[in-house]
C-alpha cells in the first residue's frame, strides 16, 4: 500500500527557506509514470496545488514559481520541496501527495515565525 | 487557470437524509482520452483529504455507495444518500485536466 510522509522543520523564520521531504513507501517513486505533487493549507483556508514532478520534469504554480523548488532523490524514495524567502503567508499545512491517485501524506504544519 | 466554483459553502443535515453538493468548472474537464478529469475528496476534521470520487462516477475501493457522483462537461455534483455522522468534514472538488491542479472552495458538510 503507498504511503507518504512529510518531514522537515516545523517552524521556519522570515525571509529564510522552508525545506520539507516527503519519503515514499509502498512503490518505486521512479518506477512508472506519476505525477508527485506538494499541496498546502494555510489555517482555516482551502487547498492550493504548489508544484509537480514528473518524469524528471518540474510544473510550478506561477503564484509562488520564482520561490520554489521541487526535487527527487531516486536513491532514497523521496522527493523534497524548497520554498525561499518564506513570508508569514507561507504559513501553512504541507501534504506531499501522488494526486491522481487520491494518496497524500497526513501533511505537516509550517509556521513561519521568528 | 481553471476555476471550481462549489455551492453550497456549508450545509446541516439531518442524520439520513441526502446532500448534495455542486461544482461548477470555468471550462470542460473532458480531455481528449475521452476521460474527464474531476475528483471529489472530503477532509475530516484534522485529517489530510482522502478521495472518495474519480473521473466524474467512478468510486474509489472502499468508498461506500452512499456517495456518488454525476455531471458532465463544466457542471458536476457529489450526492450523498443518507448522511452520517462520520460524514462530516468539507468536501473539495478538483480537477487534473490541466496544471495548476485546483480545487474547490469547499463545501462543509455537518450534522443538525
Known amino acids: 500500500q503507498l504511503q507518504l510522509q512529510e518531514s522537515g522543520p516545523g517552524v521556519v523564520k522570515p525571509s529564510e527557506t522552508l525545506s520539507l521531504t516527503c519519503t515514499v513507501s509502498?512503490?518505486?517513486?521512479?518506477?512508472?509514470?506519476?505525477?508527485w505533487a506538494w499541496i498546502r493549507q494555510p489555517p482555516g483556508q482551502g487547498l492550493e496545488w504548489i508544484g509537480s514532478?514528473?518524469?524528471?520534469?518540474?510544473f510550478y504554480n506561477s503564484s509562488l514559481k520564482s520561490r520554489v523548488a521541487i526535487s527527487v532523490d531516486s536513491s532514497k524514495n523521496q522527493f523534497s520541496l524548497r520554498v525561499n524567502f518564506v513570508t508569514a503567508a507561507d504559513t501553512a499545512v504541507y501534504y506531499c501527495?501522488?494526486?491522481?491517485?487520491?494518496?497524500w501524506g497526513r501533511g505537516i504544519l509550517v509556521t513561519v515565525s521568528s | 487557470d481553471i476555476v471550481l466554483t462549489q455551492t453550497p459553502l456549508s450545509l446541516s443535515v439531518t442524520p439520513g437524509q441526502p446532500a448534495s453538493i455542486s461544482c461548477k468548472s470555468s471550462?470542460?474537464?473532458?480531455?481528449?482520452?475521452?476521460?474527464?478529469?474531476l475528483y471529489w475528496y472530503l477532509q475530516k476534521p484534522g485529517q489530510s483529504p482522502q478521495v472518495l470520487i474519480y473521473?466524474?462516477?467512478s468510486r474509489v475501493s472502499g468508498v461506500a455507495d452512499k456517495f456518488s457522483g454525476s455531471g458532465s462537461g463544466t457542471d458536476f455534483t457529489l450526492t450523498i444518500s443518507r448522511v452520517e455522522a462520520e460524514d462530516v468534514g468539507v468536501y473539495y472538488c478538483?480537477?487534473?485536466?490541466?496544471?495548476?491542479?485546483?480545487f474547490g472552495g469547499g463545501t462543509k458538510v455537518e450534522i443538525k
Open positions: 501527495a501522488r494526486p491522481y491517485g487520491g494518496h
Open positions: 509502498g512503490d518505486s517513486i521512479s518506477g512508472r509514470s506519476y505525477y
Open positions: 514532478i514528473f518524469n524528471g520534469d518540474t
Open positions: 471550462q470542460s474537464l473532458l480531455n481528449s482520452d475521452g476521460k474527464t478529469y
Open positions: 473521473e466524474i462516477s
Open positions: 478538483m480537477q487534473g485536466l490541466n496544471l495548476p491542479l485546483t
